[in-house]
């Protein structure tokens, strides 16, 4: 089952490679990883999606992420009401004949052309993972070139306070 | 105005504020400005120069364990480095606060593969509670006060430095940084909310057959008052882990015991046969859970640990208190029921009867026992030593034979099975022992993967007697080849040089014992002497550890000594 989780980091060098380090030494499966800077000097913010099918494994993956000494703050929301989204770049296949078709299909995916040579197209599309699946799977009969994926961000809806890091622990009015 | 300093002045500087009073270590070109600079401070810290620098990180580490002091090992880059990494290891696995001093070649040759250059906190990040590469002379002094508040707070573990040649020789205006230590991410948690107490009191005294097991949490956060009004008040039995021992007097009516792998028997039944577990500072390892799915499978478990992701990792409990175990039990005594626990005492006594009739001292031997000699080492040090054991059987029968009654007396590699741990350790805990004899029990083989440092105890005049329980084989690995192997006794008979001329080739007296009324007026000899001692017992070849659970089975699932006891000895 997949967990995901949002984790505050000190900005330092090495960070990084310190929660990578602990998912592969505790042999969590780890799915996707993306950080940046946050609304806070010094402060970045991760989402970390995970793969765990234990309980008590899925249970323990957060509080190895606090024993980390950079690591100020991490929030299961897996359960909670979020705003999840991932970008993607895809590369097709789309001569002269095809260009318009994709064209068509980029628009009903409220995807972008971001780039145009003669006989390929890269589309940028944002939203959930399904969304991004689904896209991939009707640009495939083109021809695709190459796929690059950011991986999920989440971000809780509503006013939260991400302090005490417990899901139980936030205020939760959002909606879906 | 401040007075200007170099980086390597700083680092001693630090180590002075610190309390240290002594280091261990091995110096090389990358940390010869600190060492250069140790000149100037040599009225304040004593160096113990090392025979290789994993005996310094083993050194640092018997002296934290044995003083609750934070102890510094130092070292070169690279190979000076590498050669810690099973120290650090060691040390991370059993929470002892060390502080790892390391040099680095210099910040513009990080990353080009200088001579001696490893990624040394790349290599160090799994075995460490926390590590950092200084890249300025002015972060040097904030984060040496880090490093030794992490090593020590919440649970502790080892902490390494890594400075490179430039930041120790680069110079600044130095003042000792007063301000708090600030650590967004680090938090070490205090004390049990209402809830969690009701919740676990309420099971407390309603259980009919509790088990406390006791940890080295119990030492760590100094609990063993608490642990004791504790179990007094509730007549609940206690039985402790391999590091543990000494959390509750092993003479205590309430001690039943070591748990595990090579527990007594009668205290696995014990936990299989509870209806409530309270874990206090452990962390259910496996060799003292056996199998998990069918680990006391009766029992509502508590578990009072201060590290949080050691609560629900491997069993799964009905209350965690994620806090500090000596606070939690000042809190929980006040609530705990006054019971006898009559029919529950009873059954137990019940299954050390049984225990006793197999008892192998009772056995009559052709040949000196390890169990013997170690049960004598006991007698002759009035069970008041500080033990070091190494890895192996020998460390299962002093667990077994030698009783300790004081907390701190028992030193030992547990969680990471470090061969070679005790004699590098046992010299580091001499530096804190003023008054207790510190007692080496060692193998054949263990001595030998860190032998080179009986010239540093020589040249220390470090007092430590070293028990080296011969027995012809890697001992321990031969036992589970005879009964998982079908006795194929490959790579473990050993061969050794004669230890005694050892000992006088390291201009230190040694002497050989392999009869047992000789091991206390050998002993009485080194006891005599101040300085190191090396005694060999030679010892029974092919004796076992009893009982033992088979590694994944069930807790309960022992193999017994034979009550007819030579039978299964022939080969």
């Known amino acids: 089952m997949k967990q995901t989780l949002v984790a505050q980091v000190e900005d330092k060098p090495g960070v990084l490679n310190r929660v990578a380090s602990l998912f592969r030494r505790r042999n969590f499966n780890i799915e996707s990883l993306a950080v940046g800077h946050s609304e806070i000097p010094g402060v970045s913010r991760m989402t970390i999606v995970t793969d765990e099918e234990e309980y008590l494994r899925r249970n323990v993956i957060r509080t190895n992420l606090l024993k980390l000494i950079n690591v100020i703050e991490v929030q299961d929301v897996t359960d909670m009401p979020c705003v999840i989204r991932e970008t993607a770049l895809i590369k097709v296949h789309a001569g002269s004949t095809e260009r318009g078709q994709v064209m068509d299909v980029a628009e009903m995916y409220r995807a972008r052309i971001v780039d145009v040579a003669t006989d390929t197209l890269i589309v940028e599309v944002t939203g959930e993972s399904e969304k991004i699946e689904a896209m991939i799977g009707v640009l495939d009969p083109f021809g695709i070139i190459e796929i690059m994926r950011t991986g999920k961000i989440a971000m809780t809806r509503g006013q939260v306070v991400p302090r005490n890091g417990s899901a139980a622990g936030v205020a939760n009015n959002g909606n879906k | ?571």
């Open chain 2, 1 to 571: 105005m401040a007075e200007l300093k170099t980086g390597a002045e700083i680092v001693w500087e630090c180590l002075v504020q610190e309390g240290v009073e002594v280091v261990f270590g091995y110096p090389g070109g990358a940390i010869l400005p600190t060492y250069d600079a140790l000149n100037k401070y040599r009225d304040k810290i004593h160096h113990v120069l090392t025979r290789h620098e994993q005996g310094a990180t083993h050194m640092a580490d018997g002296y934290a364990r044995a003083s609750g002091k934070v102890g510094v090992a130092m070292a070169t880059s690279g190979p000076g480095a590498t050669n810690m990494v099973t120290g650090l290891a060691t040390a991370m696995m059993d929470s002892s606060p060390i502080v790892c001093i390391t040099g680095q070649v210099a910040t513009g040759a990080i990353g080009g593969d200088a001579f001696q250059e490893t990624d040394v906190t790349g290599v160090t990040l799994p075995v460490t509670k926390h590590n950092y590469l200084v890249m300025e002379v002015a972060e040097l002094a904030q984060t040496i006060r880090e490093a030794f508040y992490i090593a020590r707070t919440g649970r502790p573990g080892p902490v390494l430095v890594d400075i490179p040649k430039d930041v120790q020789n680069a110079k600044i205006e130095f003042e000792y940084p007063t301000d708090p230590i600030n650590l967004p991410g680090y938090h070490p948690p205090e004390k049990a909310t209402d809830e969690e107490l009701a919740a676990a009191l309420e099971l407390i005294n309603k259980a009919d057959r509790p088990v406390i097991l006791a940890g080295h949490g119990v030492m760590m956060s100094g609990a063993m008052k608490e642990l004791r009004e504790f179990a007094e008040k509730g007549s609940i039995p206690v039985t402790t882990t391999l590091l543990g021992i000494g959390g509750l007097p092993d003479s205590h009516p309430l001690n039943i015991g070591m748990m595990g792998m090579h527990g007594l028997a009668c205290t696995n039944h014990a936990i299989q046969e509870a209806d409530l577990l309270i874990a206090c500072g452990m962390r259910f390892d496996d060799r003292v859970t056996g199998k998990l799915e069918t680990y006391s499978p009766k029992s509502k478990k508590i578990h009072i640990e201060i590290d949080a992701s050691e609560i629900n990792k491997n069993v799964k409990v009905d209350v965690g208190i994620n806090a500090d175990l000596g606070t939690v039990l000042r809190q929980i005594n006040p609530g705990v029921k006054a019971r006898n626990r009559a029919e529950w005492w009873g059954k137990i006594r019940d299954w050390q009867e049984d225990a006793n009739e197999r008892e192998i001292l009772q056995v009559e031997t052709p040949t000196l026992l390890g169990a013997q000699a170690i049960r004598a080492i006991w007698e002759g040090t009035d069970g008041n030593a500080l033990v070091v054991s190494d890895v192996g059987q020998h460390q299962m029968l002093e667990a077994q034979y030698y009783e300790h009654e004081e907390p701190f007396t028992l030193l030992t590699s547990g969680g990471l099975g470090t061969m070679g741990f005790s004699l590098p350790a046992a010299i580091g805990a001499s530096f804190n022992e003023k008054e207790r004899e510190v007692w080496v029990i060692v193998g054949d083989g263990s001595i030998q993967m860190t032998i080179t440092e009986l010239a540093t105890a020589v040249q220390e005049k470090a007092n430590v007697k070293i028990a080296i329980i011969n027995n012809g084989y890697l001992g321990m690995v031969r036992q589970w080849q005879q009964l998982f192997y079908e006795a194929r006794y490959g790579e473990t008979p050993i061969y050794s040089p004669d230890f005694v001329k050892l000992a006088e080739a390291y201009r230190m007296p040694g002497y050989r014992v392999d009869k047992l009324e000789d091991v206390i007026p050998t002993m009485r000899k080194a006891q005599e002497q101040d300085g190191p001692v090396l005694i060999e017992f030679v010892v029974e070849q092919h004796d076992m550890v009893y009982p033992m659970v088979p590694a994944g089975a069930d807790l309960d699932a022992m193999i017994r000594r034979p009550h007819a006891r030579f039978q299964n000895m022939e080969m």
